[in-house]
């Protein structure tokens, strides 16, 4: 025997082979692309993969942006505390106390002269306590009741 092979097509070893027409050759020379049954299950199943990913995915981003309201609320609440204890602080003190008191009430301590400036004249105060304020709603309310029963003026 020779230790040269042939091919059971006659071809010597090397020979290019050449293509039967059974399969059509395609224009950039690799074969046209199929879809087979494996690549389908393969779809189907990275498909259902997905869909079933979807729902938690949504859920966890949504939990994450309730979380991150409600951090940025506490904050916002640690900071509102601080204010408060802070102005709790500045009230237990008692000359802050009496300056609010003279500044925004216009109150003066017995025995001491206050003046109040109205219309650009200096007029004497007298302390906020003692000053007429206008009548409340409901005496205004049964003052016309009042009037109402007196009946109509003859």
């Known amino acids: 025997m020779s230790q040269h092979s042939v ?16 399969a059509p050759r395609h224009p950039l020379g690799s074969p046209p692309a199929r879809l087979t049954s494996r690549a389908a299950v393969l779809a189907v199943v990275i498909c259902a993969i997905a869909l079933s990913l979807a729902y938690p995915v949504r859920e966890y981003v949504a939990q994450r942006q309730s979380i991150d309201q ?10 509102q505390i601080s204010s408060l ?8 003190d008692r000359a802050y106390i009496e300056q609010l008191a003279e500044e925004n009430e216009h109150m ?8 109040v400036v109205e219309n650009g004249q200096s ?6 306590a003692t000053r ?9 309310l049964w003052q016309s009741v009042e009037q109402a029963n ?5």
Do not use: I, N
């Open 7 to 22: 091919d059971p097509g006659g071809r010597p070893p090397g020979a290019p082979r050449e293509s039967g027409g059974s």
């Open 70 to 79: 409600l951090v940025a609320q506490q904050q916002m609440m640690q900071a």
């Open 85 to 92: 204890l802070a102005q709790r602080g500045q009230l237990q």
């Open 108 to 115: 003066c301590f017995p025995g001491e002269q206050c003046y």
């Open 123 to 128: 007029v004497l105060g007298t302390p906020h």
């Open 132 to 140: 007429p304020g206008p009548a409340p709603w409901y005496a205004k």
């Open 150 to 154: 007196k009946g109509p003026a003859k």
